[in-house]
């Protein structure tokens, strides 16, 4: 079976090598193996990307994304999952948990292969693009999720 996650996450890692962002794969974010699937992480020194792939234009410092493939859907539960993993995240590399970073330098991304049936008829959604859309978390935590069907 092919291993999509890695693959989709290897092709970004291969896009922003040498380019102003790392890319981490499968990042570990418990104590209990819960895996994040991308993080691109904004580096200090390095080239702006020209171009980004769809959905990915508007990077900030963190970027997490989680990805879709066909076998799995993109649903309302992936989208709580991704607002966990980026709590844990940002209190990670905070440099104190009283004292975090901006939430403007976080930014979440949903990935999927095949467009979610339920995305169609929320309401809070706005098209940014073909296979392009927005979606405003039902919570406080301040940053954008895009979602992009590829």
Request: aromatic share 12%.
């Amino acid at each position: 079976m092919i291993n999509w996650h890695r693959l989709f996450g290897l092709a970004l890692k291969d896009f922003f090598d040498g380019l102003y962002y790392d890319v981490e794969l499968e990042k570990n974010l418990t104590v209990q193996e819960q895996y994040l699937d991308i993080v691109i992480i904004r580096k200090s020194v390095g080239n702006p990307p020209k171009t980004l792939p769809d959905g990915l234009e508007n990077l900030s410092d963190h970027n997490l994304v989680t990805y879709k493939s066909l076998r799995e859907p993109l649903d309302r539960w992936t989208l709580d999952e991704l607002i966990g993993y980026y709590t844990i995240y940002r209190k990670q590399v905070s440099p104190d948990p009283k004292d975090l970073l901006p939430i403007e330098q976080f930014q979440l991304y949903a990935i999927c292969t095949r467009k979610p049936q339920w995305l169609s008829h929320y309401k809070a959604k706005k098209k940014i693009k073909t296979g392009v859309h927005y979606y405003q978390p039902n919570s406080t935590i301040g940053c954008e999720c895009r979602i992009a069907v590829v």
